[in-house]
């Protein structure tokens, strides 16, 4: 029977990153997927790449914006190593705010009018300040391509269709990971699982889905938005390839993906007012993801109790954003080195979790 050095559990974007930062450190990698690799969260989000977005919790956003930084390189890496072609995009957000907006961090003087910015855009009523974030945004979907591709080309193995139940324990510690009538061998498991990393014993993770629902138009011309837009009622962001994608709700619904046409087309409408000139254009998508959020809206990094099971999951909106700084963090710390962020916040030891 083979044996890895290290079972990654998911293969959404972190799962994905883990694995390729195992393998770049010499181990034998296996990824276990309970469907198609990266379908799930990574595949629906919308891939906006703020230092400190407006939801984050205070004590991540140092973390999100080295893991930010590292995007330049994590993309040339994935791009070489898969001779994928990423749409990474370095033009900036407008963020539209009430009056009287706390300022953000991270945001500029405007470069020029917003009129000039984007000629179609219509100024809320309701959010008439305008801050520009020199952010950046990819397209997850051509980001889960290039890393799964750069992962088998690295040596990583699959194993797809085929949910983790458990942890496989010997001597109190992590041997392996327990499939249907099978067990998979490793000494070191990284649970990855998004919303679904809490199902997997020996412990129970507090990681519950999220619902967002989205959309995708197809632009009259592909610069027709060129920024990504975010007003308080909608976010737009542009795809090179003239999609533009609408999102995005947050629903406590379990782990339902049922798409509510209502939903969507107040989406629509709500694009619509600000861009009146996308009233004609098609929709080319409808879906929705399950975010793994937490309790705290903190990721859950690092090692457990159980000597060589650890995890990275929870990253609720930010998975795709906190990708290369978490897949850094944990190879630090699976070689049992120091981590160069303090995970203190993030352990899974600040939960009560059953043995």
């Known amino acids: 029977m083979k044996i890895w050095d290290a079972i990654v559990i998911g293969a959404g974007i972190i799962g994905l990153s883990v694995a390729l930062e195992l393998r770049k450190r010499g181990m034998r990698v296996l990824v276990v997927e309970k469907g198609e690799p990266g379908r799930e969260a990574s595949w629906a989000a919308g891939g906006m790449l703020a230092d400190c977005p407006l939801e984050m919790p205070a004590a991540l956003c140092e973390f999100a914006a080295a893991s930010a930084r590292m995007y330049p390189e994590f993309v040339r890496e994935l791009e070489e190593e898969s001779q994928l072609k990423i749409d990474l995009r370095a033009v900036g957000t407008l963020f539209f705010a009430a009056e009287g907006h706390r300022s953000m961090a991270g945001a500029y003087p405007l470069p020029s009018p917003v009129g000039e910015l984007e000629p179609a855009l219509r100024v809320p009523a309701h959010a008439p300040v305008c801050l520009y974030l020199k952010e950046r945004c990819v397209d997850p979907r051509g980001l889960l391509e290039a890393a799964e591709k750069a992962a088998r080309n690295r040596g990583v193995d699959f194993c797809v269709d085929q949910a983790a139940e458990s942890v496989v324990l010997s001597g109190g510690q992590a041997d392996g990971v327990y499939i249907t009538k099978k067990a998979l061998r490793a000494s070191t498991v990284v649970n990855c699982a998004g919303a679904w990393a809490?199902?997997?014993?020996?412990?129970?993770?507090?990681?519950?889905?999220?619902?967002?629902?989205?959309?995708?138009?197809?632009?009259?011309?592909?610069?027709?938005?060129?920024?990504?837009?975010?007003?308080?009622?909608?976010?737009?962001?542009?795809?090179?390839?003239?999609?533009?994608?609408?999102?995005?709700?947050?629903?406590?619904?379990?782990?339902?993906?049922?798409?509510?046409?209502?939903?969507?087309?107040?989406?629509?409408?709500?694009?619509?007012?600000?861009?009146?000139?996308?009233?004609?254009?098609?929709?080319?998508?409808?879906?929705?993801?399950?975010?793994?959020?937490?309790?705290?809206?903190?990721?859950?990094?690092?090692?457990?109790?159980?000597p060589g099971y650890f995890v990275a999951t929870g990253h609720f909106r930010d998975g795709i954003l906190l990708a290369p700084a978490t897949a850094r963090v944990i190879g630090q710390v699976v070689a049992g080195e120091q981590p160069e962020f303090d995970l203190t916040e993030f352990g899974a030891g600040r939960f009560s979790v059953p043995q």
């Open 198 to 306: 809490g199902d997997i014993s020996p412990l129970g993770l507090p990681v519950r889905p999220v619902k967002g629902q989205m959309l995708s138009l197809a632009m009259p011309d592909k610069s027709e938005v060129r920024h990504v837009v975010r007003t308080p009622d909608v976010y737009l962001i542009p795809r090179s390839d003239g999609r533009l994608v609408i999102g995005a709700t947050s629903e406590e619904a379990g782990f339902h993906k049922e798409i509510v046409p209502e939903t969507i087309e107040r989406q629509r409408r709500a694009a619509v007012a600000v861009m009146p000139a996308l009233a004609a254009a098609p929709v080319l998508e409808t879906w929705a993801g399950l975010r793994p959020g937490t309790p705290d809206k903190l990721p859950i990094l690092g090692a457990t109790s159980v």
